[in-house]
């Protein structure tokens, strides 16, 4: 007996180095492309010429009415674009999770395929319709002489972004109604209670914490945006005061430092928020049975279409602009496009290939990247005991708030000095630093796919296995891998889909024209009138490319694809 | 408010291809506790869903007193059901939801905070009003459910296996109970469940319900001791089944002749079934009616099964053993075994047993069950 426990505690000492290595490992490199740069630009936000603290650069940035302006219209951006996604999503949301009707899964896919656009492609796509030469302006002058500045200012942003971001709070809203108990809400109709009052007394209390979780993400997502503001011209926000700071004075200029720290305390704060809204949210999961789905016909199916088949056309609006922008020859203050032409799709598919090659590299790298680092994260977060946890668990959820201009120009501080090994020079100047970059923003979302994937696994399931004689590689290879690989695909599919759409990094650390992918192609052309039709096109294989990932998560993650995108 | 009485006329219901309620009839009187009984899945939750207006029934109708309740929406039927799972609110405290049903029928705040106090008096909860209900033990969560469905004053209180989550010593607390505050209230009770020995104990009267169907109804001695057909013998207590067919039936008396054994000549004043010569029947031995003797002590003339002992079980209380006979492995319980012979596996052995302690039922499989 003695000797079985000496042997039992060695064999657990042994195991304990192992993960011990695995999660120093993991650490360092979180913490070298992560945390330090992160800390990097703090502590420049911090320190004055000689080096030591101070903290006149905050005090200057709220002395200055122009950097004064730019928080004030973040943060209100920001909240109506979440107020407007939310108002549109709820009835949308119920819909989807309470009801069943002819053309249910039209509507489905329908709501995913603002997803599939990314945000600045489509502020150039609503430019051509909503704009101030656009279809729906030149349409309002001829008939009546009037123009609406939909797309001017602020007000573009918002229309642009909510368009982009309402799917994710949708999602979110679908899954979190789904997931609430029917004997809670039948317990409610047993007392007397119907209707709208069911809802606001029972319903709307219990999906209320996803729902806010969600709604904090998406102001995260909204705030970090530098494409949209960029593509419509409009420069008196956070993210881009930011990028203007560091690409036209300098790396040297600490404004541009001090309006990162902002953002990130802006990130930060309704991340924090986020999670203590969810950890409360746990009570919402399904006990026993999820809700019955009610049948809706005649007509209230008709009226739910035409309401439903009014939001969705707006939010095709982009698709619809892009498609026919990719085609288009000439189109100068004319309704539709006045010649038509294939030489945009040449251009970029034979002349200047190297956007898409260098995008499915850059993506493909990064999702596995991804998926090895998360399924390490999620067993060391579940299945071991090694101090630190916490710590891991936190900074693997720290790159949500970290915007992406934040940490491209961290990257640049950090890298750019020193030779970097193997690299022949500084990492920054490689293309290797993009992929790190995606690596780290899209890792929490991977992390959460594996976590979740292992969490399913039963411990008792491997335990079994190893009664049974396999050993730890064996169970691994024969029962847990098996069951946690879909989760671990759909991780990299995140990964992959949201990759292909991320400029705010990307523009900032794109060492040369040849190295950038697909979104700094589309942000190139843009810039010129010429180059327009060209950059749709590039704008239409991002659009192919992550309908397929978002369409292979569906198919992996099923009727719960809301799930991939809660955090 | 006055207990209601319950009528369920022919209803019937189907999920497509699955028919889980056919053609049930019964009437639950008022103040009754009346129990649904059957194995998981035999469609005994729907009919108490039916009740509750949560499921509507394709066919048939149901009653709360002399109202025809099809239409109603389950808001406004004024029966009060406790879930399974209990379904508390996590986001309200206690006094929140068992305030909930008062609010929605609009009484005065004043009168709100004394019902809910005097309600959770009732189930004995106090000083837990500010909790939320994740804070609480199963026993207590139970309570508030209860508390909850009481304040309302419903017509009929619905309970769907009420006791199922609680451990077993609890759950035995929780039965006296709930009994004590059904027959001090007064209240019509409908009560499911799958446990036999909870629905023994608490019911005035039981439906045991299989395959969607009531298959007999009666007071919980009836269902014992005169159970319609095998799948009730076998469902409600245990029982040792063995299969006959009978040689010739007069008057009260019988002769049955067991598959593998010997051929009984039995007086049937206890049964209600009154067999036929030739028909396939099952004699029901309850194992505590089985005595056990050592082989050669047997006297002659007393009819006797013989058998071997394979395997026995000491309890405290009783003793329980295997026995092979006629083919099969037979139950037997030695009630109080103190001072008496413990058989060991091995030991050859006659069962014998009381004449009126014999059962016959008709074999369900021969399509014999009354409809």
């Not at chain 1, 101030?132 to 302006?137: F, K, L, P, Y």
């Not at chain 1, 790298?365 to 946890?389: H, K, S, Y």
């Amino acid at each position: 007996m003695a000797v079985n426990t000496a042997t039992l505690l060695i064999g657990r000492r042994r195991i304990d180095w192992w993960q011990s290595g695995i999660m120093a490992m993991v650490l360092a490199l979180l913490t070298a492309f992560i945390v330090y740069p992160v800390l990097r630009v703090l502590a420049i936000s911090l320190s004055d010429d000689s080096s030591s603290f101070t903290l006149i650069h905050f005090a200057n940035f709220f002395r200055r009415p122009l950097f004064r302006e730019a928080l004030w219209n973040t943060l209100w951006s920001g909240f109506l674009v979440v107020l407007f996604s939310a108002a549109l999503s709820l009835p949308l949301a119920f819909l989807l999770a309470r009801y069943d009707f002819r053309g249910k899964v039209l509507l489905q896919t329908a709501a995913t395929l603002p997803l599939v656009i990314p945000p600045f492609v489509g502020a150039v796509a609503l430019q051509l319709i909503l704009g101030r030469s656009g279809m729906v302006n030149l349409l309002l002058m001829d008939w009546f002489d009037v123009a609406v500045p939909f797309m001017e200012g602020l007000s573009g942003v918002v229309l642009v972004q909510t368009l982009h971001f309402f799917p994710f709070i949708l999602l979110n809203t679908v899954v979190s109604l789904s997931n609430v108990d029917s004997s809670l809400e039948e317990m409610a109709q047993n007392l007397g209670c119907h209707g709208f009052r069911l809802f606001r007394r029972v319903t709307l209390p219990l999906i209320l914490p996803g729902f806010v979780a969600g709604s904090l993400l998406t102001f995260i997502r909204a705030i970090d945006d530098l494409g949209t503001p960029l593509m419509l011209n409009y420069k008196n926000l956070l993210a881009p005061q930011a990028y203007l700071r560091i690409t036209t004075i300098g790396m040297d200029d600490v404004d541009g430092y001090v309006v990162c720290v902002v953002l990130v305390i802006l990130s930060l704060a309704a991340l924090l928020l986020a999670r203590k809204y969810l950890s409360l949210s746990e009570y919402a999961t399904v006990q026993r049975a999820a809700p019955a789905i009610r049948r809706l016909g005649g007509w209230k199916s008709v009226l739910v279409w035409s309401g439903v088949a009014l939001v969705l056309g707006i939010s095709l609006l982009p698709h619809i602009g892009i498609v026919l922008l990719s085609f288009t020859k000439i189109w100068s203050f004319t309704l539709l496009p006045s010649a038509y032409t294939l030489g945009n799709y040449n251009e970029i598919l034979f002349r200047a290939p190297h956007f898409v090659m260098n995008t499915l590299r850059y993506m493909l790298l990064a999702a596995g990247f991804d998926i090895v680092l998360g399924a390490m994260i999620a067993f060391l977060l579940l299945r071991t005991r090694v101090p630190g946890r916490n710590l891991l668990d936190g900074i693997a959820t720290l790159p949500l708030a970290i915007p992406g201009v934040v940490l491209g120009v961290g990257y640049l501080r950090v890298f750019h000095g020193w030779d970097f090994p193997g690299a022949n020079g500084p990492l920054t100047s490689s293309w290797f630093i993009l992929v790190i970059a995606y690596t780290m923003r899209r890792l929490p979302y991977t992390v959460r796919a594996c976590y979740a994937a292992l969490q399913q696994v039963h411990i008792t399931l491997e335990e079994s296995a190893q009664n049974l004689g396999a050993n730890r590689w064996r169970t691994f290879m024969r029962i847990t891998l098996p069951m946690i690989s879909g989760g671990l695909i759909a991780g990299g599919l995140i990964a992959f889909v949201t990759s292909c759409v991320e400029l705010s990094s990307t523009i900032i650390l794109v060492p040369r024209i040849e190295l950038g992918p697909i979104a700094y192609g589309i942000y190139l052309y843009m810039q010129s009138p010429l180059g327009r039709g060209a950059g749709a096109a590039l704008g239409v294989v991002a659009i192919l490319l992550v309908s397929l990932g978002t369409y292979l998560t569906h198919r992996i993650f099923g009727g719960r694809s809301g799930n991939a995108f809660r955090i | 408010m006055k207990p209601a009485e319950i009528r369920l006329e022919q209803v019937s219901k189907s999920y497509g291809e699955l028919c889980v309620v056919r053609g049930v009839s019964l009437t639950v009187h008022a103040g009754e506790f009346f129990t649904f009984l059957g194995p998981s899945g035999c469609g005994k939750t729907t009919l108490l869903r039916m009740i509750a207006g949560f499921v509507e029934p394709d066919e048939g109708r149901v009653h709360i007193d002399d109202q025809c309740v099809n239409e109603v929406p389950p808001w406004r039927r004024d029966v009060g059901m406790v879930f399974q799972n209990y379904a508390l609110w996590p986001h309200m405290t206690v006094f929140e939801n068992v305030a909930f049903g008062l609010r929605e029928r609009k009484v005065p705040r004043s009168e709100v905070k004394s019902r809910v106090f005097q309600a959770l008096e009732q189930v004995d909860l106090k000083g837990v009003e500010g909790r939320r209900p994740s804070q609480l033990s199963g026993g207590q969560q139970q309570r508030v459910a209860l508390a909850r469905t009481l304040v309302i004053q419903p017509r009929v209180l619905l309970l769907d296996e009420p006791l199922s989550n609680l451990d077993a010593k609890l759950r035995i607390d929780m039965r006296l109970e709930l009994l004590k505050l059904q027959r001090d209230l007064g209240l019509t009770t409908i009560y499911v469940t799958h446990d036999q020995e909870e629905a023994l104990a608490m019911s005035n009267r039981i439906a045991v319900v299989h395959q969607g169907q009531v298959v007999q109804e009666g007071a919980p001695r009836d269902i014992y001791e005169h159970p319609e057909n095998d799948f009730i013998a076998s469902f409600v207590g245990q029982t040792n089944l063995l299969p006959g067919t009978i040689l010739n039936a007069a008057d009260d008396r019988i002769a049955v002749e067991l598959v593998n054994g010997p051929t009984l000549n039995l007086s049937i004043s206890a049964s209600i079934h009154r067999p036929r010569a030739g028909d396939a029947v099952f004699l029901s031995l309850r194992p505590e009616s089985l005595e056990l003797l050592e082989k050669k002590s047997l006297p002659d003339g007393v009819p006797g099964i013989e058998g071997r002992i394979l395997a026995s079980a000491y309890q405290g209380a009783l003793v329980e053993y295997e026995i092979a006979a006629l083919g099969k492995a037979l139950k037997a319980r030695v009630i109080n075994p103190k001072g008496k012979h413990q058989f060991q596996a091995g030991d050859e052995v006659a069962l014998t047993f009381a004449p009126e302690d014999i059962l016959v039922v008709p074999s369900k499989r021969d399509g014999s069950v009354k409809e």
